[in-house]
């Protein structure tokens, strides 16, 4: 028998990681021993990190991405012979900071099956460089776009739910589960770092292993379950089949997941079922309220659909929650008061956590974004450290702005409605504009129903 392998998840929005409850199912199926830490709860398992054989870093994020350098380098320092493998989205984007001495090897797309030949290969004593679906730094391989017969995810020895974000409707907090029904998008928006990796493709979980998901966490306590599908609705059936069958055997459970306002116009008779099923909220990529912007990342909507996806949603009794990404290159002060005047008008200063306010276009390499012609009228260098092509806003006001908001998202309190004034302020003041006499906002009291996490990225 060989030493564990050590799994780590560094940050995954505040849930539970489905990053290592999926790689350890298929690892200990294979009778791989298997230690996993989420770092975002507890500390570096640091006796397994000293003797593993192999250690790998899940990185779906960016944040997650920022903290997992960290850690590597740290696991490198306590166990210099450990095969250290990044996987996840952002490994594949980063590989050439990667593989530059800090990773043996990374992995992308449907990773969990290759993850497994990978550990084999390297308890048999290899390197992984022959290993299919494995980019080291000898050898090239695309993410892996095969589909897997994943098993039902193993949550064994992974904090507990109460560990995480809690589901807070109605004045009430509960415990909030985590579950993905697909993997992968249709749609190829690009700022997204989705595209690049599974370039308009999307695997469907089997049902039977998303309602074993289901019915684990809530055997664990979870009243609420997120579908974190980058896009629920890429399969409308699927989605509702599942949500039925959810809702038949936990008639108390209620749920959100994330979809475009396309998918929200072109599947509208749907959200009444949803809501009868136990929906609450659906988190839908906005973006911008300036037609180029949406136009130019190709995001497939326009503000007046945004307007018609709440009405949808308002109609069906369900809270939005959209999110933005309020500085590009493309975006001016004026757009950018536009986008406040919007959220304002629609009534949905309580739906936006104001770290949704200060939001600056990251440009990973690989990006999609980078394929546009105009690439070269904004594109800086590579900071590849930060993991992003840098940019300046041709006017240094869009910049300020970005760093006031973003220190006002640092210590801002509970208050949305007095957060989203304070950027108001802010804004104004540097556009040197008095306030609009606006109407106060309806305040709503409770709140929309939210998950106690308001980062994203
Ligand atoms: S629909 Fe969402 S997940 Fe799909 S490419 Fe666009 S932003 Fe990414």
């Not at 830490?37 to 990185?59: H, K, N, Q, W």
């Not at 979870?222 to 599908?229: E, L, Q, S, V, W």
């Not at 739906?351 to 904004?378: K, Y």
Request: glycine share 6%; hydrophobic share 45%.
């Amino acid at each position: 028998m060989h030493l564990p392998i050590l799994l780590l998840a560094c940050y995954e929005l505040g849930h539970q990681p489905l990053s290592l409850a999926w790689p350890q199912a298929v690892l200990r199926e294979a009778g791989v021993a298997v230690v996993s830490a989420d770092l975002s709860v507890v500390a570096l398992p640091r006796e397994t990190a000293v003797s593993a054989p192999f250690v790998g870093i899940a990185v779906p994020m960016h944040t997650a991405l920022r903290l997992g350098v960290q850690v590597a380098r740290r696991v490198r320092r306590l166990n210099p012979s450990a095969h250290i493998c990044f996987y996840g989205m952002y490994a594949w984007l980063n590989r050439d900071y990667l593989l530059d001495g800090l990773a043996d090897s990374v992995i992308a797309g449907e990773y969990e099956r290759p993850l497994l030949d990978l550990v084999q290969d390297v308890l048999a004593g290899g390197q992984g460089t022959a290993v299919s679906g494995i980019t080291t730094a000898a050898s090239q391989n695309p993410p892996n776009l095969e589909r897997l017969n994943l098993p039902t995810p193993d949550r064994s020895g992974l904090p507990a739910l109460n560990q995480y974000a809690r589901y807070e409707a109605d004045g009430d907090m509960v415990l909030a589960g985590y579950v993905e029904a697909s993997r992968g998008c249709l749609h190829t928006c690009q700022h997204c770092p989705v595209v690049p990796v599974y370039n308009g493709r999307f695997f469907i979980i089997p049902h039977e292993t998303v309602m074993a998901d289901i019915r684990q966490q809530a055997a664990a306590g979870a009243k609420h379950i997120t579908f974190g599908d980058p896009d629920f609705l890429n399969g409308p059936g699927h989605a509702l089949k599942i949500t039925q069958a959810l809702h038949a055997e936990f008639p108390q459970l209620t749920f959100d997941f994330t979809t475009k306002v396309e998918h929200i116009l072109k599947h509208r008779d749907l959200f009444p079922t949803f809501k009868e099923y136990g929906a609450t909220f659906v988190i839908s990529a906005f973006e911008a309220t300036n037609e180029t912007i949406l136009a130019r990342l190709n995001k497939g909507h326009t503000v007046a659909e945004m307007e018609t996806a709440v009405a949808i949603l308002k109609e069906a009794g369900l809270a939005v929650q959209p999110t933005w990404m309020p500085f590009t290159p493309w975006t001016s002060l004026e757009d950018y008061l536009n986008l406040l005047a919007w959220i304002r008008t629609q009534d949905l200063i309580p739906n936006v956590p104001i770290v949704q306010l200060c939001i600056r276009m990251l440009v990973p390499p690989e990006s999609a974004l980078l394929n546009h012609p105009d690439v070269l009228a904004w594109r800086g260098p590579l900071s590849a450290e930060n993991f992003t092509y840098q940019w300046q806003h041709p006017d240094p006001c869009m910049d300020e702005l970005q760093q006031q908001v973003a220190a006002l998202a640092e210590s801002a309190g509970n208050n949305h409605y007095a957060n989203f004034a304070a950027v108001e302020k802010a804004a104004y003041r540097l556009m040197d504009a008095p306030m609009p006499h606006w109407l106060p906002p309806t305040i709503y009291e409770p709140p929309p129903p939210r998950l106690t996490e308001d980062w994203f990225c």
